[in-house]
Every structure is written in structure tokens, then in C-alpha cells.
């Protein structure tokens, strides 16, 4: 338990914060700021209660592309500056920023070029595109350097992670080596004003001439994403044009927003960042409450992201600005202040991401006064232009703050981060957190000792798409893999030729855990959680991965790449198994192009031989292998038209699937649906049956008397009940559990060869099935939840083990209903089929079809 507290105790931050935006609004508009923050938005629930209804231009644009200008960023062979005259965007009148006084989008270009101009300091690259096609700026501040000198930094960036043992020692690294520094702004599109911050120091920086900057810039590279979401900055929306919470994507990097910055911490290996978000009041500075990353070298990390957060408090509490005048309460530090609900276990936030690349101070900083969603629409201009200027000086002073703490701290900062590279490489322990390993840090218990174990290597098959997705995944994330060149044996078992191998003796070991380990429950640990608990890429994508006691050295070779899967048998007709989101997404390429397929019993493709060459392209284009069979199929399969009344992460997993997916909600009904444009409907969320018009009702329930349904949780249950397409009554779990599990699937075209773990996101089953509903797949018995976490509900109901046994998927004639999350956030990739396969399944098979050759 926490005792050191400098404000108001709140033992649970978000039961806290709520309380106080209910009694705001009794409050005048000045005092109303003071008790202002909103609860920050937990477990996406904003985003998922609506359905998304995202351009399909969107997803190509992320699916299509890697989304950043990786050889630009990872570039050292140019000296800096590096200037570039920055094309200007056109003028938009509706970008919301121009509401609150703020930066629009269309004038930051025309900024960066001005900054540019002011001497030697500033640089500007393009490090990609955002899925709306807007340009990510990443800005560059330091002292000039030559080509050479740049790549004398390159080289010594290099020696911190790949040989740590030797930069320990190095003397030109202790004095010539800059400290890179990352403040990463605007994540959450409507959360604007650490742009305006970052842009304003910037000038600053470009124009000092005192020697304390010239000596920072001397030493530091200083690294600034000025927006991270322009879609979202323009539009005034926390998600990117695909819908999507880009804090919340760093483990899957489905977003080509969140790739950038991958790239841009991977490339620039930051030894202290900074995230800046709204609106927490007082100003909410991390490190954070337990439970904490149980594969981070937590000890390095937390005694200089307190020390950093001390720092900022006191810059700005500094400012001067009090709850009687301005509204703004006193800074807090979730770590010191609370004893739950805001915690740092899952890596799909930056700072927690960032710590897996030698970031040792990183922090999420919530800047006070709320001035998006409800604000945004009902205070008066001139006020929300009062709480923006306040807001951009808070996120200043946090942001200079930094700047002295770097300056004061750099040559630890960097001892610091080469020792976390230093323990990975060795396969050092991890040393728990106590008063007497990270001194200058009050209230450390035991509830803050998270470590772990991590394995000598895994290994990974060499076949199958799945596989080569997740290598290719690890790769990106700057893991190291090698292939088997032979064959080997460990332990009385042989491994293929072409088996991919992890060894964990690698500086990176802590994310390459994170990616591939089960995880953990802990459900026993705290009672709140702020988002996901459980997210093992290991056991959702589709992959086997296991463990191996040794390394076998010898036989190894490093990749850079998978070997490509993409295979045609050459003689007789094609079976294409339908396990993986690409094999889905080849078939219907085929489809498009009309060649005639049908669906196994086992739930596969069938390819007719006379399409090879076309299926030699999908191949090629899906990295999906085609095999010769002898079998048939049973039931045609044409092109699907999707309806889909589902989350933006759902949505964009149909696409990345290539569905023909046309978006629906309560709203689209109502002002008239052409149902004769589709063959399918899958509903989630967005779509209540009971708020539609007469005439939009009963063209629902016409569809569906002839059409299938494929329905997913409590709301698609409701809406097959309401329409007789399959009797099921669901049981609803707790609302804040989460979390991988185990599940056991039945033989039959939706469920042979799924994996044998799902991921739940408040849990549904169903019981009191009726007599033709099939049971797909049941939850484990025991206790099916592997990591995550999830406990009964209050009254003691809804628990792992109220679920254990009972069906999580079911079908019958007219529908397909799950209980698990198949498409959340487009991340258990290996469960996508399913409801691929449903659809399929669902969809009449009547239209003509052209045999291709």
C-alpha cells in the first residue's frame, strides 16, 4: 500500500475521476475546469459502441502500403541539417484546431519550413503517411553535424544495443554520443495541444543562443513526431481515419501511423520520451499504478521515470496556475498517488512500447483542461481557447522539464539504457524493485515486483503463412531471428530444416517475450485494469510456437526476412486452407475474378485446376500455399457482399480479409438500405433493431428471413433472437474482463484446424439453445483463462468459471453467433477465418460463376 502522498489520496483513479465530472456539472464555467478531467477513456468503449463506419480508402491505404519512410528515418549517411522545402496542404476551414486557437494541419508545413529557415538546428523528414494520406513530420533538433559525424553517431547507437558489453566501456561514447531524446504529440487526434507545445520549443530551441541550449543540442538529439494523428487532428476525433485508437496498436502495428513510430524508436533508440495526451486534472504525469510489465528491466526504467515525473511536477505546478483562478488542480503521479487503475502491463501504449528499445524514462502526460467531445460543442469559444492556452503552457513546461533532466542526467540515462540492453544480450536476471535497488522512490511494495522467466529460445515452424506473418512481425519490431540451415535435435525431438529460432539472449529479449509468451493472469492482482490484460501473439496469430531448452548455434543463420510460403501444386485441383485472414483474402481475389470454388466439409477451398495460373498470382500476392487434392467440396462459393454493423477494428479486419464490405448502422437503415446489394449481414454493434423506423425494421427482418446473419456478442445475439434466425440466449460475463483462453472447437467446416485459444473483451456464452443450433465451440473447462484478466462480477456472477464449458460460438441454418472477440482490434489474427468461414458458410451460393483458367 502507497503512503506517500503530496495530494488527495484517490485509491482508484477512474471511480475517482468520474465522480468528479458528475459534480461538475452543477459548477459556473471557470470552477467547472478545476473539477473538469472526465474519466480518461477506458477500454475503448466510446469507439466500440458505435459502428464504424470508415472509407474503404482507409484500409487500403494501411493494408497497401508499409506506411512510413523507413530508409528516410533510419538514414545516417547525411549529415544534419537535413532541410526540405515542405509542400503547403490546402487550406481547411473545418479543421477543428481552428476552433480552440491551435495549429490547423494546413499550417504546419508552412511552420516547419519558417523553423527551418531560422539557422542550422532544425530538420524536417516525412516519416510517412497516415491512413487519411497525410504527411507525418518528424523534426529533428540539434547542433549541426557532418556527414561523418552522423555516421560516428550511427555507429555508436549501433554499439549500444548490439554490443553493450563494449559501449559500457566506451569512452567516446560517454563523451561524444547525443542523447536522443522523443516527444511524441497528438496520438489521440482530439488531445491537440502538445503539437503547439512542441512547435513553440522548437522555435525556441532554433533561436537561443545561451550556452546551456547550445550545450544540450551539443549532446542531444531532440526527435519531434509533431502529430501523430493528423486524421484525427483535422477531424477533431481521438481515433485515425480507420477508426482506430493508435494507443492502443503497438503490439499488432496494424496502422500505418503507429509503424512510423515503431520505425522512429527503432531507428533513433531514444533514451528518454515523452507522449502527450488530455485531460486528466491535475495534470497526470507517469509512471504509473501496478500492475507493471512483468518483462521490462523495471528497476532501470522506474528510477528515472520518477525522477523525470518529479521534475515535471514541479515545472508545472511552477507555472502558477491555481483551482480558485484557472481551474487547474495540482500535477499527480499515478505511481505515488494511487493504488490502481492506471498501470503500464500492456506494451500497446507508446511509453510502455518504448521501454522495449532502451527507453528508460518514458512517460504518458495527461495536460488538464478538457476541451474535446462535449466541451468542444458547448463551451464557448473564448473559453476553450482560455483552457488550450493553458493546456499548451502545462505541456510546455513538461517538455522543458524533460529538457533539464536530460541535460542534468545524461550520462547515467545512457549507463542506464546500455545496461538494459546489456541484461538482454546476457541473459542477465531482472532485478525487483525494492527500496534498496531503486533508491529515491517512496511507497515501492510488493505489489510493484513484477518479473519473469524468460526461456532460453523459441521456435517457430518454418511453414505456413501464419507463421512466416509472425517472424516477419518479430523482425519488424527489431527482434532477432535466425533459420535453421539443417535439421536439428534437442531433448530426443528434431526440428525441420527451415525452423525459425528466437534465442532469448538477445537485447530485445523483453519484447520478444512480450510478442510471444502466454502472459499472465492476474486477475488476482488488482481489480481494475485500464485496457487489455492479455495479447499473446504466440497463441493468437495462428502460429506454433514453442519453447527450446538450448540453442542450437551451429545450425543457425540470421533473417531479415520469412522465407515466402506462397505455393501452386502443378497438377490437379487446388485445396486452399481457409486457417489464416490471407487464405481468406486469396479466395477472394479468386471469387472476384469468378473463378468457381466450393467449400469443403472441413471447411477449405476448393480450387478448380483450370484456375492455376490465377491462383499462382493470389499465391504470390497472399503468401498462401495451394495443394493438390482429390476432393470436390459441396456447397459454391461466390463473391461476398458484407453488411456490417461492427467496431472500426472489426471492420478493418473484413477488409484486410477482401470482403466486400459496405457499412450499416441504426442511422443508415433508417435513411434506406438497398439489402439487394448484399448477401450477408454481420452485426456487433451500431445496429438496434428496437430504435428503427416501421419501414427499415421490417426490411431488416425481410433480409434476414432469406439471408444469414453472423453475429458477435450480447448485441448480435439480441438481434438473431428478435429475428428467429438461431434461438441462443447470452449469458454476458463481467464487463471489464479480458484476456487469452482456452477453448476446445468442434469438427465441422466453421472449426477444423482453429486454434485452440481465443481472446475474450467482456466475455459472452449461450445457453438454452434451441434444437438446431450447433455448438462450434465451448470455452475450456476448469479454468479457461490463460492471461488477462477476469473476475467474477460484483454480485459474484460471470466469472472465468461460470464460462468454463459453455458454448462461445454456435450456428445453426440462418446464423453464426460468437461469444469471443475473433476480429478485436484486427489482433488475434488466427481466429479471423472463423468469421470468415461464417460468412462464407452464411452467404446463398446462387449467381453465376465463371470457371477461370
Known sequence: MRTTRTVPARPVLFTALAVTTASSLLLTPHTAAAADPGPPVHREAALDRQAALTPASAAQR??????????????????????????????????????????????????LNALQSLGDRVSVEVAGRSAGGHRLYLVTVTAPESARQSRAQARMRELIERAPALAAKSSEIRKTYKTPVFFNNNIHGNEWEGTDASLELIEKLARAEDAR????????????????????????????????????????????????M???????????????????????????????????EYDLFLKNTYANALGMESAVNGLGHTPARDGVQPAQIPFRDQEEGWDDWPPIFTPQYAAYHGTVAAHTVEIPLRVNNASYDSLSVPELRRRSAINVDVAGAALRATLDFVQARRTSLLADQIEVFRRGAAGAAQVPVSSRTVPGVPGIGPEDVYTTRFPRAYVIPPSGTAGARLVDHLLANDVRVARAAHPFRLDGRTYPAGSYVIDMHQPKRGLANALLAD???????????????????????????????????????PVRAAAPVAYVAPHGDLRLRLDDPNEVAALNSLLEQGVRARLAADGSAIVPGSARRRAAVAARAHDVAFHATKRTGTTPLRRTRVAAAVTAGELFALREMNFDVEPVSTGILNAGFDWSSVDVLVVSTGLDRDGLATGARTALDSFLAGHGLVGRGAAGAALASATGSLAAKPVEGNGDANGVVRVRNSAGALMTGAPDHGFVYAPVWFTDLGPDVRVEQTYAPGDPLVSGHWRPSPDGLGGPGDAAGQASVVSGPKAVLFGTEPLFRDHPKGEFAQVGRALFMMAPASGPGEESG
Do not use: C
Open 262 to 296: 515503431r520505425q522512429i524508436m527503432i531507428a533513433k533508440q531514444p533514451a528518454v520520451m515523452l507522449d502527450l495526451h488530455g485531460y486528466v486534472n491535475g495534470t497526470l504525469i507517469e509512471p504509473t499504478t501496478p500492475p507493471h510489465g512483468e518483462n521490462y
Open 62 to 111: 494501411s493494408l497497401g502500403t508499409a506506411g512510413t519512410a523507413a530508409g528516410v528515418i533510419a538514414d545516417d549517411s547525411r549529415g544534419y541539417p537535413r532541410r526540405q522545402v515542405l509542400a503547403p496542404d490546402p487550406e481547411n476551414p473545418a479543421d477543428k484546431s481552428l476552433k480552440l486557437g491551435l495549429t490547423p494541419y494546413h499550417a504546419i508545413a508552412p511552420k
Open 213 to 260: 541550449t547550445r550545450d544540450l543540442l551539443a549532446h542531444s538529439r531532440l526527435y519531434f513526431n509533431v502529430t501523430a494523428n493528423p486524421d484525427g487532428r483535422i477531424a477533431g476525433t481521438r481515433a485515425n481515419a480507420n477508426g482506430f485508437d493508435m494507443n492502443r496498436d503497438f503490439v499488432t502495428a496494424s496502422q500505418p501511423e503507429v509503424r512510423a
Open 519 to 557: 502472459g499472465r493472469d492476474i486477475s488476482d492482482k488488482v481489480s481494475v485494469m485500464y485496457d487489455i490484460s492479455g495479447w499473446s501473439l504466440g497463441r493468437l496469430w495462428g502460429a506454433t510456437v514453442t519453447t527450446l531448452p538450448r540453442v542450437p548455434y551451429g545450425v543457425l543463420r
